[in-house]
């Protein structure tokens, strides 16, 4: 399927420490986008990098684009208990409409 | 306050009803999109609208429908519902379909018994 891996499915850190999360497509994507969600609740938007980027940067977050892996990855420095949450990322192959992976649950522990 | 406005927050209902699910998208955005999202899934996307027309169609069931009016506000309409379409339905908005964020609500959740 165009949607690809996200991984892992769920990763469990002590406060402080740096979280990483992946996400793989298969197919040329427009943009990729990563969205946090916290039980039940909407999805936030936190940043998007297009396909002509390789890195972006918004607070305690960096996003990197690899686009001959057909990947990205999430990092969350300095993590804190409020970062609790999941974290999905979501596909843009051209057309209009986002394409999301299953998501990583992420746990902080303090 | 995301700016997307979802009702009801919550609904139970009986197999074989049918509901009917509201979305506002935050001002200024002309596209909508709904997805269902199910326990232990991810997002599916269901059906989008862009200044009242559809423009995008997912997984979406025949016995579901949806619609966005001239004020920009949405339906989803979900009937002879079964068991297995408890879900979260959230609605999301964006200004510039598919090259920007989208802005979700807080969904329904769902829960057809």
């Known amino acids: 399927s165009q949607q690809g891996e996200e991984d892992p499915q769920a990763l469990s850190i002590q406060e402080g420490e740096n979280a990483t999360m992946n996400c793989s497509y298969k197919?040329?994507?427009?943009?990729l986008q990563w969205y946090r969600q916290n039980s039940g609740r909407g999805l936030v938007h936190l940043i998007l990098?297009?396909?002509?980027?390789r890195e972006k940067h918004s607070g305690r977050l960096r996003v990197t684009l690899d686009t001959s892996k057909k990947s990205s990855s999430l990092l969350i420095t300095a993590s804190r208990a409020a970062d609790t949450a999941s974290y999905f990322c979501?596909?843009?192959?051209?057309?209009?409409?986002?394409?999301f992976g299953t998501g990583t649950r992420l746990t902080i522990i303090p | 306050d995301s700016g997307v406005t979802q009702t009801p927050k919550h609904l139970i209902t009986a197999t074989g009803q049918r509901v009917t699910l509201r979305c506002s998208p935050r001002?200024?955005?002309?596209?909508v999109y709904w997805y269902q999202q199910s326990l232990d899934q991810g997002l599916q996307f269901l059906i989008q609208?862009?200044?009242?027309?559809?423009?995008a169609k997912g997984n979406i069931l025949e016995r579901f429908s949806a619609q966005q009016f001239p004020d920009l506000h949405s339906e989803l309409n979900l009937s002879s519902l079964e068991l297995g379409d408890s879900a979260l339905y959230f609605c999301?908005?964006?200004?510039?379909?598919?090259?920007?964020?989208?802005?979700f609500g807080s969904g329904t959740r769902l829960t057809v018994v």
């Open positions: 999301a908005s964006s200004v510039a379909a598919g090259r920007d964020g989208y802005t």
């Open positions: 197919t040329s994507i427009n943009n």
């Open positions: 990098i297009r396909s002509n980027e």
């Open positions: 979501a596909r843009n192959f051209g057309n209009e409409k986002l394409t």
């Open positions: 001002s200024g955005d002309l596209s």
């Open positions: 609208y862009y200044n009242g027309e559809e423009r």
